[in-house]
């Protein structure tokens, strides 16, 4: 069987394919579970990409400006709801996570696990506590953002995210709780690592909400 | 626009009488027929609603805590801003707004608001929308791509796009007609979703439930659904050929596709893989009756 090449795999997933080739190659998909893996796992990627920050700007130390501004404009100032400073803080330290969780847990293909239970070995545990370190890094450093951006949030909306912060860290020490305790495989790290990401993507979204309002 | 105009006019005539503490407004502008438009407002109700002009109009009633309504267009983007007092720290009643906002059809229209709900309608260029706090409702329709996000407020799609993208925190999405792309994500709200042409979908939470009931269109790639603690219902066509790889580490598999333990298995080649994955809630598969 002739597979594709990958630069029209990669054109078909993200769409930009030209219209005549579609059809072969969607004709091809058909019968190939490897080729249509592929184009599954792009499509994936590029959701994940997708969700990364639209933009920031590197280069230079925002942070002593973002504080120093925060602290001064605690109070709501409706008027100017695309403010994008903290975001951009915000956005630099999911985007220093992302890039190496995404290459080690997200474009690595999923494990071909046929159940859970399966063996961990030492080094993915080893190389999972590292990631670990830096999620924590991060989430403490959103958190600090937040912590003096949150004034600027509604009292109720400040409720709703303690809330549901709380159930993802709920969630977070099961996940590491059976992990713990031996008994489950690599998708338990899979599944914590969302977590992380479920808390990492709340922690970015409301201190960009904090800075819009 | 002399009709535009008068129209305006006659609105703000019905309204007297019933919103007495707020003041009409009523403006109109020319815009591009599939430029940006950007809307803000603090609280209150925005309806945006496509028309076949090549204007802006906006017409209803803005709270004592609201300065003016400005609207400024040039060739390709326009603005529709709500303007409050820098000095506003709490948002109330004062500060609501009760507007609608007629746009050109194709435009693509950007709305963000604190508590205020968003309702938008035949736009058919693109809706993207933020609040903190307020529902999100796209109507009828066909969308280019829908962008909507809550932390607090409710999201309902009924409108038909190839995009779709929604998250809240704990309120609950409800999609119907779903065709295409499909990413909905929730902490602790619920996700229901009906489609019966997706292509490829992604549906996360971690406490909040997850429903779906719908098929794949012809070549659809990927269906994926993760939770921690939900409970995820997937109603799929009793004859669906897919590769399924369904992983439950606590929660209770019912399963009418293949094993009650679940792992990888398949109904037949050439159909799309769907991932479910679930540490503790319960997951349904079921056939469609």
Redesign the interface.
Known sequence: MTHPDATNLHEYADGTLPAASVPVLEGHLEGCAACREEVGRLRRYLADVARLPRSIEPGRDLWTDIQSNLVVRRKRDPTHPWTRRVALLAAAVVLVVMSSVITRMVVQPRAPTPAMGLDRGPEMLVRFQQTEREYARAIAELEEVLEVARSRLAPETVVLIERNLAVIDAAIDEARMTIAQDSAGVEVLVMLTQRYEDKLELLRRVTRLATQS | MKRLMLLLLGGMTLANGVLTAQERVAVGRGAARDGTI?I?A?AGVIRVAGWMRDSIAVTGTIGTGVERIEVFADDRTARV?A??P??????DST?EVNLEIRVPRGSYVGV?T??ASVEAEGVEGGIDV?S??GDIRVLRGGVRNIYA?T??GNVDIAARSKLIRA?T??GNIGVRNALGFV?L?T??GRIDLQGEALS?A?L?S??GDILFDGSFER?A??F?V?T??GTIELRLPATLVA?F?V?V??GRLENEFGPA?G??FSTG??GP?L?V?S??GRVRLLKRQ
């Open positions: 950007k803000t603090v801003q303007h409050t820098r000095s506003v720290v709490d948002v500060l963000r604190v508590t933020e903190e706090t996000e932390a607090g998250k925190v704990d990413e994500a902490v602790s490829q992604e996360s971690v406490s070549g790639f990927a994926s993760q921690h603690g590769d790889d992983r580490l606590k333990t792992g990888l080649r050439g893989r991932d994955t540490f503790k």
